[in-house]
């Protein structure tokens, strides 16, 4: 792309963006222009229930007020540069922000339902070893307004505005599993999601939406206690050796500290217990050892399992544990008395798998990272087999 393509692209738009406003601080643009607070409730009521992209769609408003909001504010979603369609049905967009920046957002439907799964940033700090977002260095937090704004395009594409109050919607569920590490970028997230569950508008209750982390001990605490969604922890590995390896978050947060967050968490119960994603990596995490491991460490959680074939994505060095492998190792969960599902890939055609997404702002090269993680998932196994032997 010519550095002038690329200036192309970046927004001039000066006007306030009203969708990702909190309800305060649309309740205050509006004070601030004059208005009284029952037109903010109209006009949130436009933009989240309707589905309103713009003030002239706002029939119930004067032409006046609707030329002077016009002239202050605008309703904009992020664009889609590209929209992709699965052979399984899963669809994924490549969203494209004011500055030109991207990410993805992927929805995933089952027959008569489904989960938008939803991006926090562009690129990730973080650098698990096994995930493609991991090799993108993090380029920004998305605001309130791109992350809502995601759910509105999906919306957008399935045409489900206004907001079906029947419940039975095809984007029923909200996924926080796309790029980036939503807990470190709390407030924007924790924004986006109160306007998301808002009653009066897209209305995705909490029960339908899960925050997925890669574990971020202190901010698991705030989300449990503002915003109470369903926790999926990434655990990926028993032990400390092996998750310091292969997820470097693990030397802050060790496990004994983020066991006992997820102990802590609000409304965790056997009724709504929270999920442990653990991706299968051939000899590095999957043996009945690693499984027995598993047992020990979660045993006094409230919790189920969500086990993740390993998606491969250009230049990865790990490969998918084996199918039989998988199922001794979800039978072993299963006979300790959990539930342990062994998640279905989806969309791997067009990359919109768990790990696949990425955006074209490169960290390390695909050599140097597929070294790298070579190494390390050498590392790891020696550890593992050193531990075990001795015991
Ligand atoms: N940053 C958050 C949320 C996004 S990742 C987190 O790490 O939890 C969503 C899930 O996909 C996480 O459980 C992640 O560990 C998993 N994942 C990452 N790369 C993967 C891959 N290549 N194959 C399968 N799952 C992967
Ligand atoms: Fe970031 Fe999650 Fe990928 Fe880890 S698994 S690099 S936290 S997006």
């Keep these: 792309m010519s550095p002038d393509s690329a200036r192309a692209e970046v927004s001039t738009e000066t006007r306030t963006n009203l969708v990702g406003l909190s309800r305060a601080a649309l309740g205050e643009a509006f004070a601030a222009l004059g208005e009284k607070p029952f037109r903010a409730k109209q006009v949130w009521h436009w933009i989240y229930h309707r589905g309103a992209r713009d003030f002239a769609a706002m029939t119930d408003l004067s032409k006046d007020l609707r030329a002077k909001l016009e002239n202050h504010f605008v309703v904009a979603r992020p664009t889609v540069a590209r929209e992709q369609t699965s052979t399984d049905r899963t669809r994924k967009w490549l969203v494209q922000f004011d500055d030109g920046q991207k990410a993805e957002t992927v929805f995933i439907p089952e027959d008569d339902r489904g989960a938008v799964c939803v991006s926090s940033q562009v690129g990730c700090t973080l650098t698990c070893r096994f995930c493609h977002t991991g090799t993108q260095r993090l380029v920004r937090n998305l605001t309130p307004a791109e992350i809502v704004g995601q759910f509105m395009l999906a919306r957008d594409s399935y045409g489900e505005w206004p907001t079906p109050t029947d419940e039975r919607r095809m984007l029923s569920n909200i996924v926080m599993m796309g790029m980036g590490e939503p807990l470190y970028n709390f407030d924007n997230v924790a924004t986006a999601l109160k306007i998301i569950m808002a009653n009066d508008g897209i209305a995705v209750g909490k029960r339908r939406i899960t925050l997925s982390t890669s574990g971020v001990v202190p901010e698991i605490r705030r989300c449990g206690a503002e915003l109470g969604v369903n926790l999926a922890i990434s655990l990926h590995a028993p032990d400390d050796d092996t998750r310091s390896v ?31 994603e653990y991706v299968m990596l051939k000899g ?34 790990y490969e998918c544990s084996d199918a039989a492998t998988i199922d001794s190792f979800a039978q072993t969960l299963w006979d300790a008395g959990f539930t342990a599902p062994i998640r279905t890939p989806r969309g791997r055609d067009i990359l919109a798998a768990c790990g696949q997404l990425k955006t074209d702002s490169e960290r390390l090269s695909a050599k140097e990272s597929r070294e790298r993680a070579a190494a390390e998932a050498e590392a790891a196994k020696v550890m593992w087999a050193e531990k075990e032997s001795s015991v």
């Design 246 to 276: 292969i997820m470097p978050i693990n030397k802050k947060y060790p496990l004994k500290e983020l066991m006992q967050a997820c102990r802590d968490y609000p409304g965790a119960s056997n009724a709504r217990r929270i999920t442990f």
């Design 284 to 317: 590095l995490n999957d043996t009945p050892a690693h499984a027995r491991a598993l047992i020990k460490l979660v045993k006094d959680i409230p919790c189920k399992f969500n086990l993740i074939p390993f998606n491969p994505w250009p230049g990865t060095p």
